[in-house]
């Protein structure tokens, strides 16, 4: 990837964190917002700065009332920017994105895919949760192909999602209809 953005691979070190839901609270995670408090405090004493997190999802827990929704994103803002590290890049997750099609998580943190270099690594953030059902869509996939147009296929990738790009669970919507074609162009076993 050197070669087509101009920056050599070089190490670094993320960290992944996932399912925070800032706002719950009760069974079956008794500490709710106090578990995201403390993997703030663990990433802050980890021996090496991480360059950055990674979020994959649900940063919220949803509740219909936008007010109280607002504030719960206030509160993981507050919260993730007490994390020593240079960046902290997320996705959304059905809680934070499925009732209102991304509209808050846009107002907080702007668009829900997007892509970004670092250290030689072309990361891309999908969303596979606003669309009211696990899917990635055409028009993200359009997208997706544009951006990765410029990479060989040997540039190291780093695709992050809130649900998996596979059919790990389909009863429980653990899965990614387009998810197939966005990893690999390939069909998702016909969930498109």
Request: net charge negative; glycine share 10%; aromatic share 10%.
């Amino acid at each position: 990837m050197g070669k087509n953005d101009g920056e050599k691979v070089t190490p670094f070190t993320f960290v992944r964190l996932s399912d925070a839901h800032v706002g719950f609270n009760g069974p079956p995670d008794p500490l709710g917002t106090k578990a995201f408090e403390r993997a703030e405090q663990m990433v802050n004493q980890l021996p090496q700065r991480p360059d950055l997190v990674l979020f994959t999802g649900d940063l919220t827990h949803d509740t219909e009332e936008k007010d109280v929704h607002g504030q719960r994103m206030k509160q993981f803002m507050e919260i993730s920017r007490g994390m020593n590290v240079p960046q902290v890049k997320c996705v959304p997750g059905e809680h934070d994105a499925g009732l209102d099609g991304g509209a808050l998580y846009r107002d907080f943190l702007g668009e829900t895919y997007y892509s970004f270099d670092h250290r030689g690594v072309h990361f891309v953030a999908l969303d596979n949760v606003s669309r009211a059902k696990p899917e990635v869509g055409p028009e993200q996939l359009a997208w997706l192909k544009k951006d990765l147009e410029r990479f060989p296929k040997s540039a190291p990738i780093v695709v992050f999602t809130h649900r998996p790009r596979f059919d790990l669970k389909p009863k429980w919507e653990w899965f990614t209809s387009y998810g197939g074609e966005a990893v690999d162009g390939k069909e998702n076993n016909g969930r498109n």
